[in-house]
């Protein structure tokens, strides 16, 4: 599954940062900064969500099917557009927002793997100029990690994007879905299989689906479970093995740090050396010489 390589239509402007390189496949992130204007759309075949970055609040004409809207957006103001539905909009003032474009296929996989819905049961509301801070912070989090090109790796832009779709089904759909709950977590076994998994493939770009078929559950109901078995979510545990794998070669081998950054899946020794010393209290260097 693979979001379409098409870009946000409805700009001239190139983006000033977006997710097309670095192979997401749950969602397509674009950051905009665009002058007066504004454009009319065709119907995206993806959902859209659109999140205000705004510091000055500026007024938007927006349309999305048969609904119009007139409004001051602020910061933090999100518009949704569901697929399949024309749209258009003309902002007055230079505008700043997070374009984030939901694969079909993916939203599909979240309704029928967490909400045990068909897809065309769950119906997208149109939403124009809504506060909603749990949506807002993982979109927050996703900027954070576009912004960093990707650096925390797959496993956790997939947890994040899964969040966001049962989030947003919850709060913006016209049948309001029961998201089944687990009692309990993992099994032991299935727990010593997924963490045996993750150690055996610390220099890998792990994805949540790999871990989730593994445990033999959905992807969204997986990182609940794995975080009640073990305290932390998958990419804390993935990232904590990591740091450990770190130590022991930093203290029982003569590989140079880059080496080490790259055997334990770190994309370069900057990323390496931060988390090092995030979880540690030292840097690689000073623990090695510790």
């Known amino acids: 599954m693979a979001v379409s390589q098409s870009s946000n239509a409805q ?12 192979d997401w496949e749950t969602i397509l992130l674009e950051e905009y900064r665009q002058p007066s204007g504004g454009t009319t759309l065709a119907a995206e075949a993806d959902l859209v969500i659109v999140l205000s970055l705004s510091t ?21 103001d999100l518009c949704i557009t569901p697929s399949g539905i024309p749209s258009g909009y003309q902002a ?23 909400l045990e819905l068909n897809l065309d049961r769950v119906e997208v509301v149109p939403t124009f100029q809504s506060r909603n801070p749990q949506l807002e912070q993982l979109l927050r989090l996703l900027q954070a990690e576009l912004h960093q090109d990707g650096r925390m790796g797959r496993l956790y832009v997939e947890s994040l994007t899964n969040a966001l ?31 045996h998994y993750i150690n055996e493939a610390l220099d890998q770009d792990i994805k949540l689906a790999d871990l989730a078929q593994l445990a033999g559950v959905s992807q969204s109901h997986f ?3 794995f975080k009640r ?15 450990e794998r770190a130590k ?28 090092f010393r995030h979880i540690t209290g030292l840097t690689p260097k000073a623990y090695r010489a510790h």
């Not at 700009?11 to 670095?22: A, D, K, Q, V, Y």
């Not at 078995?229 to 740091?243: A, D, E, F, I, T």
């Open 165 to 195: 779709v049962v989030n947003l089904l919850r709060d913006y759909s016209t049948t309001q879905p029961h998201i089944t709950q687990y009692d309990g977590g993992l099994g032991d076994r299935k727990l010593l299989q997924v963490t």
């Open 56 to 76: 000055q609040p500026h007024r938007i004409y927006q349309q999305i099917g048969d609904r119009h809207h007139i409004g001051l957006y602020h910061q933090g």
């Open 223 to 225: 990182s609940r479970l």
């Open 11 to 22: 700009n001239s402007e190139s983006p000033i940062f977006s997710s097309l390189n670095l």
């Open 92 to 114: 007055e003032g230079d505008d700043h927002y997070l374009y984030a474009q939901i694969p079909s296929r993916f939203l599909q996989q979240v309704v029928e793997e967490a």
């Open 229 to 243: 078995s073990m305290g932390l979510s998958p990419h804390q545990y993935l990232l904590q093995q990591r740091v």
């Open 248 to 275: 022991q070669l930093l203290k029982n081998t003569n590989q140079s740090l880059v080496e080490i950054a790259l055997a334990c899946g770190f994309d370069s020794h900057s990323h390496f050396t931060r988390q």
